[in-house]
Structures are given as C-alpha cells and as structure tokens.
C-alpha cells in the first residue's frame, strides 16, 4: 500500500506532473504553496496527502452536486458495475428510457426528447446541430455565426507555443478539412 504522507511520494507526483501532465500548473502550486496530493474525498470535504482538509467548491465541475462518496450513490454505482458496468449503445437500455421520461417530465415546455452523449465535444457539437435547427427559418444576419478552424490552426498554436501536441504523428495535423496542406507542417 503506498503511503500518501511519504514526501518521496508527493515529490514524484508533483515531478510527473511537471514531465507528463501540465509543468505550468506544477510551477503554479508550487509558487502558491499547495504541496499536498488529493488521496480522499468525503462530502465537501477534500484531503491531502499532509491531512489537510479543503472545502471542495468546485464539486467536480458539477458532477458532485451530492458530495463526493455520497452512500446512496456509491451503492447505486456498485449495483451497476456488478451488472453492466458500460451500456452497449446498441439495445434498448432502461435506465435511459426512465432518465429521458423523468427530464421530459419535469422540464419547461414542451421539450420532450433527450440527447444523451459521452463527452463534452458531443455536447458542443449537438448544441450547435441545435442552434442551427432552431435559427434555419431566421434571416441570415440574425443567425448564429460558427467558426471552422482547420486542423492546422491547432497545429500552429501548439507549434508557436513550443508545447508537445500528444497528437504529433498523425495526418490530421497536416491538412485541414478540405484537403490542404497547412504552410510549415512536419512531413
């Protein structure tokens, strides 16, 4: 079992975090003074490895609104792996059906659909599958206006800031959508 409080183990976490995560944010926490590495959550409540004990405000970007091991939920979590912990996608699953019931139960109008997705990227791109839905009849200046960036802008910002794009090897840096090649992408 590794021992949270060891300084050797914080040290090397903080110098992963320098070579393979974020070596900004590790300068940052450093330079405020926060040392310590998250080992347990409880609540509102977040511990270090030193046993501080934070106020959790952030609540895992929304998705601990109950507080972190809430009982009910870690139950209902462990019932679920034990069943199936990742729904196929491809039969009927009913604990969805049940979910988009309730939502279309108890939310404004006559929204009666839900679209469930997996991550973030699906959530933009279906919001603005939405947006143009909802703004095709509207003249054209009063429609939304969505910015394309081909794949080489990506590039270049990684490129013009020195950072290590994790997806330096691929085709997709070196053209953009329409098939052209961007200026001064590696062969």
Not at 55 to 82: C, N, T, W
Not at 171 to 185: S, Y
């Amino acid at each position: 079992m590794v021992d949270h409080s060891d300084a050797q183990f914080v040290e090397e976490t903080i110098e992963k975090y320098r070579r393979y995560v974020n070596p900004g944010l590790a300068t940052l926490m450093d330079f405020v003074g926060f040392h310590g590495v998250e080992t347990r959550a409880l609540g509102a409540s977040v511990w270090d490895s030193t046993g501080t004990e934070y106020l959790d405000f952030l609540g895992g970007y929304g998705v601990f609104s109950v507080g972190h091991a809430h009982p009910k939920i870690v139950r209902a979590v462990q019932e679920q792996a034990a069943a199936m912990p990742l729904s196929s996608r491809v039969l009927f699953n009913r604990p969805m059906a049940d979910l988009a019931e309730k939502l279309a139960e108890i939310t404004p109008g006559a929204l009666q659909f839900t679209f469930f997705c997996n991550s973030g990227t699906e959530a933009v791109e279906g919001a603005l599958k939405l947006a143009r839905l909802a703004t095709r009849d509207l003249p054209h200046a009063f429609r939304p206006v969505i910015a394309r960036f081909p794949a080489c802008t990506i590039w270049r910002y990684h490129r013009d800031r020195g950072s290590r794009y994790r997806g330096d090897g691929g085709d997709h840096r070196r053209t953009d959508p329409g098939g052209e090649r961007c200026r001064g992408a590696p062969r």
